[in-house]
Protein backbone atom coordinates (compact mmCIF):
# COMPACT_ATOMS: atom_id res chain seq x y z
CA UNK A 1 0.00 0.00 0.00
CA UNK A 2 0.99 3.50 -0.88
CA UNK A 3 -1.71 6.05 -1.93
CA UNK A 4 -4.39 3.62 -0.86
CA UNK A 5 -3.41 4.65 2.47
CA UNK A 6 -4.75 7.99 1.79
CA UNK A 7 -8.41 6.59 1.23
CA UNK A 8 -9.47 6.69 4.86
CA UNK A 9 -8.35 10.69 4.61
CA UNK A 10 -10.80 11.18 1.89
CA UNK A 11 -13.63 9.19 3.67
CA UNK A 12 -13.43 11.19 6.53
CA UNK A 13 -13.26 14.43 5.36
CA UNK A 14 -15.99 13.38 3.25
CA UNK A 15 -17.91 12.08 6.22
CA UNK A 16 -17.91 15.20 8.24
CA UNK A 17 -17.02 18.70 8.68
CA UNK A 18 -16.26 17.93 12.32
CA UNK A 19 -13.52 15.29 11.05
CA UNK A 20 -9.73 17.29 11.07
CA UNK A 21 -8.81 19.11 7.62
CA UNK A 22 -7.25 16.92 4.90
CA UNK A 23 -4.00 17.67 5.35
CA UNK A 24 -3.80 16.72 9.02
CA UNK A 25 -5.26 13.63 7.89
CA UNK A 26 -2.92 13.27 5.27
CA UNK A 27 -0.68 12.60 8.07
CA UNK A 28 -2.81 10.76 9.99
CA UNK A 29 -2.56 8.18 7.55
CA UNK A 30 0.60 7.61 7.02
CA UNK A 31 2.03 8.50 10.27
CA UNK A 32 3.62 5.24 11.30
CA UNK A 33 5.35 5.00 7.70
CA UNK A 34 6.54 8.31 9.21
CA UNK A 35 7.68 7.13 11.90
CA UNK A 36 9.10 4.02 10.66
CA UNK A 37 11.36 5.70 7.74
CA UNK A 38 12.55 8.05 10.09
CA UNK A 39 13.13 5.18 12.63
CA UNK A 40 14.89 3.46 10.11
CA UNK A 41 17.22 6.40 9.70
CA UNK A 42 18.35 5.95 13.29
CA UNK A 43 18.59 2.51 13.10
CA UNK A 44 15.50 1.75 15.65
CA UNK A 45 13.80 0.08 12.89
CA UNK A 46 14.92 -1.96 9.75
CA UNK A 47 14.60 -2.97 6.58
CA UNK A 48 16.83 -4.99 4.15
CA UNK A 49 16.96 -5.85 0.23
CA UNK A 50 15.53 -8.99 -0.92
CA UNK A 51 15.14 -9.38 -4.75
CA UNK A 52 12.29 -11.66 -5.05
CA UNK A 53 10.35 -10.67 -1.13
CA UNK A 54 7.27 -10.10 -3.42
CA UNK A 55 6.26 -9.99 -6.71
CA UNK A 56 5.36 -6.27 -6.03
CA UNK A 57 8.79 -4.95 -4.43
CA UNK A 58 11.86 -6.44 -2.64
CA UNK A 59 11.31 -4.83 0.44
CA UNK A 60 12.49 -7.39 3.62
CA UNK A 61 10.72 -5.05 6.74
CA UNK A 62 11.65 -7.64 9.18
CA UNK A 63 11.66 -5.02 12.41
CA UNK A 64 9.37 -2.80 12.91
CA UNK A 65 7.70 -3.56 16.28
CA UNK A 66 7.26 0.68 17.65
CA UNK A 67 4.88 1.40 14.53
CA UNK A 68 3.70 -1.81 12.28
CA UNK A 69 2.64 -3.71 15.36
CA UNK A 70 -1.05 -3.80 15.77
CA UNK A 71 -0.77 -1.95 19.79
CA UNK A 72 2.09 -0.07 18.23
CA UNK A 73 -0.16 1.62 15.79
CA UNK A 74 -2.68 1.82 18.08
CA UNK A 75 -0.39 4.05 20.46
CA UNK A 76 0.27 6.05 17.63
CA UNK A 77 -3.46 6.69 16.70
CA UNK A 78 -4.16 7.87 20.81
CA UNK A 79 -1.09 9.92 20.46
CA UNK A 80 -2.75 11.38 17.29
CA UNK A 81 -6.06 11.59 18.90
CA UNK A 82 -4.86 13.33 21.66
CA UNK A 83 -3.02 16.15 19.83
CA UNK A 84 -5.87 16.41 17.69
CA UNK A 85 -7.95 17.25 20.91
CA UNK A 86 -5.35 19.45 22.47
CA UNK A 87 -5.65 21.73 18.96
CA UNK A 88 -9.37 21.57 18.44
CA UNK A 89 -11.30 20.29 21.88
CA UNK A 90 -13.44 18.15 19.79
CA UNK A 91 -13.62 14.66 20.62
CA UNK A 92 -15.28 13.93 17.66
CA UNK A 93 -11.96 14.83 15.42
CA UNK A 94 -9.87 13.57 17.72
CA UNK A 95 -11.67 9.89 17.31
CA UNK A 96 -11.45 10.30 13.65
CA UNK A 97 -8.05 10.91 13.22
CA UNK A 98 -7.25 8.26 15.49
CA UNK A 99 -9.47 6.31 13.19
CA UNK A 100 -7.27 7.01 10.01
CA UNK A 101 -3.89 6.44 12.11
CA UNK A 102 -5.30 3.01 12.63
CA UNK A 103 -6.49 2.42 8.96
CA UNK A 104 -3.02 2.22 8.55
CA UNK A 105 -2.22 -1.26 9.96
CA UNK A 106 -5.30 -2.88 8.80
CA UNK A 107 -4.29 -1.79 5.22
CA UNK A 108 -0.96 -3.01 5.53
CA UNK A 109 -2.33 -6.48 6.49
CA UNK A 110 -4.46 -6.49 3.14
CA UNK A 111 -0.67 -5.77 0.87
CA UNK A 112 1.95 -6.96 3.15
CA UNK A 113 3.41 -10.38 3.60
CA UNK A 114 3.82 -11.67 6.97
CA UNK A 115 5.91 -8.90 8.57
CA UNK A 116 3.57 -7.17 10.46
CA UNK A 117 2.57 -8.19 14.81
CA UNK A 118 0.12 -8.06 17.10
CA UNK A 119 2.68 -6.48 19.62
CA UNK A 120 6.09 -6.88 18.33
CA UNK A 121 6.13 -10.87 18.56
CA UNK A 122 7.31 -13.61 16.85
CA UNK A 123 4.23 -14.61 15.28
CA UNK A 124 3.45 -12.44 12.00
CA UNK A 125 0.88 -11.76 9.86
CA UNK A 126 -0.18 -10.43 6.53
CA UNK A 127 -2.36 -11.22 3.69
CA UNK A 128 0.37 -11.09 0.87
CA UNK A 129 -1.76 -9.01 -2.16
CA UNK A 130 2.09 -7.90 -3.04
CA UNK A 131 2.40 -11.19 -4.51
CA UNK A 132 -0.83 -11.14 -6.51
CA UNK A 133 -0.45 -7.51 -8.52
CA UNK A 134 -3.41 -8.73 -10.79
CA UNK A 135 -5.73 -7.93 -7.49
CA UNK A 136 -3.29 -5.55 -5.49
CA UNK A 137 -2.73 -2.74 -8.10
CA UNK A 138 -6.64 -2.11 -8.99
CA UNK A 139 -7.75 -2.56 -5.65
CA UNK A 140 -5.45 0.43 -4.14
CA UNK A 141 -6.04 2.46 -7.15
CA UNK A 142 -10.24 1.61 -6.80
CA UNK A 143 -10.40 2.73 -3.41
CA UNK A 144 -8.12 5.39 -3.60
CA UNK A 145 -10.66 6.71 -6.51
CA UNK A 146 -13.69 5.89 -4.58
CA UNK A 147 -12.65 8.12 -1.70
CA UNK A 148 -11.48 10.92 -4.17
CA UNK A 149 -15.04 11.16 -5.52
CA UNK A 150 -16.35 10.49 -2.39
CA UNK A 151 -14.82 13.60 -1.23
CA UNK A 152 -14.98 15.96 -4.36
CA UNK A 153 -19.15 15.34 -4.27
CA UNK A 154 -19.15 15.96 -0.46
CA UNK A 155 -16.69 19.12 -0.48
CA UNK A 156 -17.11 22.27 -2.69
CA UNK A 157 -14.28 24.00 -4.35
CA UNK A 158 -12.30 24.80 -7.29
CA UNK A 159 -11.58 21.30 -8.61
CA UNK A 160 -8.21 21.69 -10.42
CA UNK A 161 -6.51 21.78 -6.90
CA UNK A 162 -7.77 18.02 -5.72
CA UNK A 163 -7.07 16.71 -9.53
CA UNK A 164 -3.38 18.12 -8.97
CA UNK A 165 -3.49 16.03 -5.69
CA UNK A 166 -5.02 12.93 -7.65
CA UNK A 167 -2.75 13.30 -10.37
CA UNK A 168 0.54 13.43 -8.50
CA UNK A 169 -0.53 10.36 -6.09
CA UNK A 170 -0.92 8.43 -9.50
CA UNK A 171 2.36 9.48 -10.55
CA UNK A 172 4.13 8.86 -7.14
CA UNK A 173 2.39 5.03 -7.46
CA UNK A 174 3.28 4.28 -11.26
CA UNK A 175 7.12 5.16 -10.37
CA UNK A 176 6.51 3.41 -7.21
CA UNK A 177 5.19 0.01 -9.28
CA UNK A 178 6.93 0.71 -12.25
CA UNK A 179 10.44 2.72 -11.26
CA UNK A 180 13.41 1.03 -11.02
CA UNK A 181 13.96 -1.54 -7.53
CA UNK A 182 16.23 -0.31 -4.72
CA UNK A 183 19.59 -2.26 -4.53
CA UNK A 184 20.20 -1.49 -1.26
CA UNK A 185 18.31 0.14 2.16
CA UNK A 186 19.81 3.00 3.31
CA UNK A 187 18.79 6.80 3.84
CA UNK A 188 18.28 7.26 0.61
CA UNK A 189 15.39 5.20 0.45
CA UNK A 190 14.04 6.66 3.65
CA UNK A 191 14.29 10.11 2.61
CA UNK A 192 12.73 9.69 -0.52
CA UNK A 193 9.50 8.03 1.29
CA UNK A 194 9.05 10.68 3.73
CA UNK A 195 9.77 13.61 0.74
CA UNK A 196 7.05 12.00 -1.51
CA UNK A 197 4.72 12.05 1.66
CA UNK A 198 6.00 15.14 2.35
CA UNK A 199 4.82 16.57 -0.73
CA UNK A 200 1.26 15.00 -0.79
CA UNK A 201 0.82 16.41 3.04
CA UNK A 202 1.37 20.09 1.11
CA UNK A 203 -1.00 19.28 -1.45
CA UNK A 204 -3.37 17.99 0.67
CA UNK A 205 -2.78 21.27 3.11
CA UNK A 206 -3.31 23.61 -0.72
CA UNK A 207 -6.59 21.41 -1.56
CA UNK A 208 -8.31 22.13 2.02
CA UNK A 209 -7.61 25.88 1.34
CA UNK A 210 -9.31 25.86 -1.65
CA UNK A 211 -12.60 23.74 -0.70
CA UNK A 212 -15.50 23.83 1.94
CA UNK A 213 -17.79 20.56 3.23
CA UNK A 214 -21.67 20.60 1.91
CA UNK A 215 -22.92 20.88 5.39
CA UNK A 216 -21.62 24.62 5.49
CA UNK A 217 -24.10 26.71 3.88
CA UNK A 218 -24.58 30.67 3.61
CA UNK A 219 -22.14 33.19 5.69
CA UNK A 220 -20.75 30.34 7.60
CA UNK A 221 -18.71 29.33 4.22
CA UNK A 222 -16.70 32.48 4.25
CA UNK A 223 -15.14 32.03 7.73
CA UNK A 224 -14.48 28.29 7.48
CA UNK A 225 -13.18 27.60 3.53
CA UNK A 226 -11.55 24.27 3.26
Known sequence: ???????????????????PKLGTLFIAAQLVDWAFFTFAIVGIEKLRI????????????????YTHSLSGTAAWALGFAIVVW???????????????VLSHWLLDLLAHGPDLTLAGGEEKFGMGLWNSPWIEMPLEIGITLAAFCFYIRRTKGPVVPPLILLGTMLIFQVINWFGPQPQEAGTG???????????????AFWVQSTRWHKSLVGLAVSGVRR
Open 50 to 65: VPGMTAMNPLDLYHMP
Open 86 to 100: LVSRNAIAATWGAIV
Open 1 to 19: MFIGHFAPAFLARGITEEA
Open 189 to 203: IYVTALLSFGILTAL
